[in-house]
């Protein structure tokens, strides 16, 4: 059946740049979206129109980092350096998804909050337990989230209770493959935690098991100045952070890679080489007084660069709140380097959150003819009165100040989940 949505719709089809249609129609079926008009053609006119006026219909968002049992822990360890804060909150919040009952109220939790807050696509953590990892791709798939789920490896240093022994780790990887096998729209990604917690042999079978098997690979690189030490002095080989993966087949175009905040001009170059997707996560390198990465420079040197929350070291889940922490990080590191970097514009960053995000999902730019429809409906009618306002600035100022309360609306592969 075609159907189609009408009001304001908005999408970012390239970097910076806005195609915007008001009072238009966005028709599609279940083959995908048939394209966005400003009227209604003759052809599609038995369509069921869903029509919300003159509300915005914006691009649902992509979470390209987040590690879903942290969602327990929450505005906790702010205080914290990253590694102290892995030991202090979150290895010993992870342990607790041993048991499937506690795993499923959070999970349950975290699956209805992206959904209310517009979030459709995904590239998650989990623990290294198999039976909550299955269990939370289960719930995702049936709140008709779409995305990566990876269950962590980790077989050194980390606390007894998580570490792997290498044959485990190895058993329970396939085990957890087997298992993925019935999801539709939730498809695994190997996922070594970092460089640190894997040991060199670990690394090894997994570069194996991503070539044999076509996998997506995330992990995180350069994030910290003591991090970035300790795996210097584990890979003393290795010049910089990417190598430990790349000797290993772990970084390619189809490995995601967070954070990068301090990837100099020689490993920014690599990750272009390989195609290494870097998944920017503004809040939690501020929160972890991490750093500020230079995504502005990323992006003038072409390398492929997404946006997640990265709950827990960040504190936000929705994505419009990362999307204004990115703009803002942005603008402090301009200040930090004395105005030489340019930030990120309101426009840039929706895109960063939305079309070059759903890309790696195979979509094509903003609401592209034949992909499946994935979008949000915000009304912004309760925002104070002031002078006529352009679409453009409702957009604008919808990122800025909407929350789930004016989220009206959210499609995930064609279909209304909220």
């Known amino acids: 059946m075609i159907s189609a949505l009408k009001g304001n719709i ?62 327990a822990m929450l505005g906790m360890g702010m205080d914290l350096p990253l590694l102290d804060w892995l030991n202090a909150y979150t290895f010993r919040t992870e342990a607790q998804f041993a048991d499937l009952d506690y795993a499923r109220e959070v999970y349950m939790q975290l699956a209805q909050q992206l959904v209310k807050n517009g979030t459709t696509r995904i590239c998650m953590f989990s623990s290294v337990h198999t039976d909550a990892t299955l269990l939370l791709m289960e719930i995702l798939e049936q709140s008709g989230i779409c995305g990566f789920v990876g269950k962590v490896n980790m077989d050194r240093n980390c606390p007894d209770y998580l570490a792997e022994t290498l044959e485990q780790s190895k058993r329970e990887t396939l085990r957890w493959l087997d298992g993925c096998a019935r999801f539709n729209h939730i498809k695994p990604i190997l996922t070594p935690r970092f460089t640190p917690t894997c040991s060199d042999e670990l690394m090894a079978w997994l570069g194996q098991l991503a070539a044999e098997r076509g996998l997506y690979v995330q992990s995180h690189m350069s994030e910290n100045l003591a991090e970035i030490d300790w795996v210097c002095q584990l890979h003393p080989d290795c010049k910089q952070y990417w190598e430990t993966y790349q000797k290993y087949g772990l970084f390619g175009n189809n490995t995601v890679m967070a954070h990068c905040v301090f990837s100099d ?58 999307i204004t922490m990115t703009i803002r990080a942005s603008k402090m590191r301009r200040i930090q380097t004395g105005w030489q970097d340019n930030f990120l514009t ?3 960053a929706y895109y960063l959150a939305t079309t070059a995000a759903a890309q790696v999902f195979g979509a ?40 789930h309360s004016n989220i009206c609306a959210v499609y995930s592969e064609g279909i209304r989940i909220k």
Do not use: W
């Not at 592209?368 to 957009?395: C, M, N, Q």
């Open 10 to 71: 908005i999408a970012a089809p390239k970097l910076g740049e806005l195609d915007i249609t008001e009072k238009g129609y966005l028709v599609f079926n279940d083959g995908g979206i048939l394209g966005v008009f400003q009227n209604l053609p003759e052809k599609y006119a038995g369509a069921e129109v869903t029509d919300f006026g003159d509300k915005l219909i914006l691009q649902s968002f992509c979470d390209m980092h987040l590690h879903a049992p942290q969602f």
């Open 346 to 348: 309101v426009a840039e």
């Open 265 to 322: 001009e020689r490993e920014r170059a690599a990750m272009r080489e390989h195609g290494v997707l870097v998944a920017h996560c503004a809040d939690s390198n501020v929160n972890l007084s991490s750093g500020i990465a230079p995504v502005k420079q990323m992006l003038n040197e072409n390398v492929r660069v997404v946006l997640g929350s990265d709950i827990a070291g960040g504190a936000q889940l929705p994505m419009l709140n990362v």
């Open 364 to 403: 094509g730019e903003g609401f592209a003819v034949g992909d499946p429809l994935h979008a949000v409906v915000i009304d912004d009618a309760s925002f104070a009165k002031t002078r006529p306002l352009s679409v453009r600035e409702r957009f604008e100022r919808g990122i800025y100040l909407a929350d």
